[in-house]
Structures are given as C-alpha cells and as structure tokens.
C-alpha cells in the first residue's frame, strides 16, 4: 500500500491472523472433562449485548470459555475497527495472551447475551500444575493454531489479489456460502488496500461467483471461486 510502511502492514496482518485462528469454532482447546477438573479456576460469568469480555492492549489476566451467545472479535477503534471473527459456544479467547503475559491482541465484544466461563490467571496456573494432561492438550491446541496462521499467511504470497481474494473467501464461507467479513476486514487479513479488495470482488461478482450485501458476501459458484483461487499468480 503506497505510503504506508510494509513492516506496519504485516504487523497488522499478522496479528489480525492470530485473532481470527484463535476464534475459531473449531479451536476448541478443552474437553467437558477438563472444564470440570478447572471448574475452580474462575467463576460464571454474563455479558449483555455491546458489552466487553476484554479490550485490545489491556493487561490479560483472563481468559473466557464461552457457553452461549455470540462474540465479535475486533482489533482497532473507530473508523480502524475491524471484526476478524465471530466466536459462539464452545470456543477459548483470550487464552495465548492470558498465559504469555501479554497484552490482548484484539477486543472481544457481546452481540448478544452471553453466558461464559472466565478463566483467571492466578487461579488457573495452579489447576494446570496439577493436572498436566490437560496443560498439554491446551498447549497442543495453540500450537496448532499458530501453525495454521503461519501457513495461512505463506500460502498467500506470491499470488494475485483476485486469487487471494478467492482463496479467503473460499476458506472463511460458512455452511449457507456467507462470509461475513468486510471488505476493510479482508484487505486487512491479505496485507493490501481496501481498494484492490474492491477491485478484486467486482470482478468475482461481475463473474457471477459472488454476490455482496452490506459486509456480507454469499458465494454462488464454489467450483469457479476454487479455480480462481489456484490459478492466478503474481
């Protein structure tokens, strides 16, 4: 992106790829058995809509299991928030921060009302200590997800912006064929401008393979969106 400082931009790709893989449905790093065992760790928990678990550059002492309800993870503010992914029952956030020691990497925010299981740190340490096999899986878990991001990103390099395009959108659609990502999402996940992104998803449109609504795209042509994705190279 003209003007802008490349080592900036893959920072933020970076960290808008950890955020996404780390809410993900399927990064589900505990059992019902080993809730149990860490059940005096922390304590239930509720959100109502529009209020926060955690914010972006806060201290994480904590981390949420969340057992019913809807939470968007953001990284930015204002006219720079960008929703990375869509958590709901089942999924761990705000655990790699919570056990690093660092900082939250983006902002989980309650669309509806949720109910959670909130992890505390001094609290959860100790349990972990005790019950090793449990400690593993949690860390097996993570590492895996970070090694999915890793290969995410390298996997998009030296394509075009149209097959990048396609390739995420192939990947993130859901069970109807939606991705529910804004484009500023999007360009920010891919390293590139919101306009090339633009750019990318008229042509798909105009191909008939996708068709958009307000920071919702619905695929019409897998098959079409899955060339796309292996053929164009930069």
Not at 18 to 32: E, I, K, S, V, W
Not at 61 to 85: C, H, N, Q, W
């Amino acid at each position: 992106m003209p003007g802008v400082d490349s080592s900036i931009v893959a920072d933020k790709q970076h960290l808008a790829w950890l955020a996404r893989y780390f809410g993900r449905p399927d990064y589900l790093p505990l059992t019902p058995s080993d809730i149990s065992i860490l059940d005096q760790s922390g304590e239930v928990v509720t959100k109502f809509p529009r209020s926060h678990l955690f914010r972006e550059g806060e201290q994480a002492t904590r981390a949420f299991l969340i057992e019913k309800g809807e939470v968007s993870l953001y990284r930015g503010s204002g006219d720079d928030r960008r929703v990375v992914a869509r958590v709901g029952p089942g999924a761990v956030i705000g655990d790699i921060a919570m056990f690093s020691g660092d900082p939250y990497i983006s902002s989980a925010q309650a669309n509806t009302h949720v109910t959670a299981f909130q992890f505390e740190r001094e609290r959860l340490l100790p349990e972990l200590a005790q019950h090793p096999a449990v400690c593993l899986r949690w860390l097996v878990a993570g590492l895996r997800q970070l090694e999915h991001t890793q290969r995410r990103v390298i996997h998009l390099l030296h394509k075009t912006v149209r097959s990048r395009v396609a390739d995420l959108l192939a990947e993130e659609a859901d069970a109807d064929m939606e991705v529910r990502l804004s484009q500023a999402t999007i360009a920010t996940l891919l390293g590139t401008s919101r306009q090339s992104v633009n750019e990318a998803i008229s042509e798909l449109r105009d191909l008939g393979i996708v068709k958009t609504a307000y920071r919702r795209i619905t695929v019409m042509d897998c098959d079409g969106l899955q060339a796309i994705a292996i053929s164009d190279m930069s």
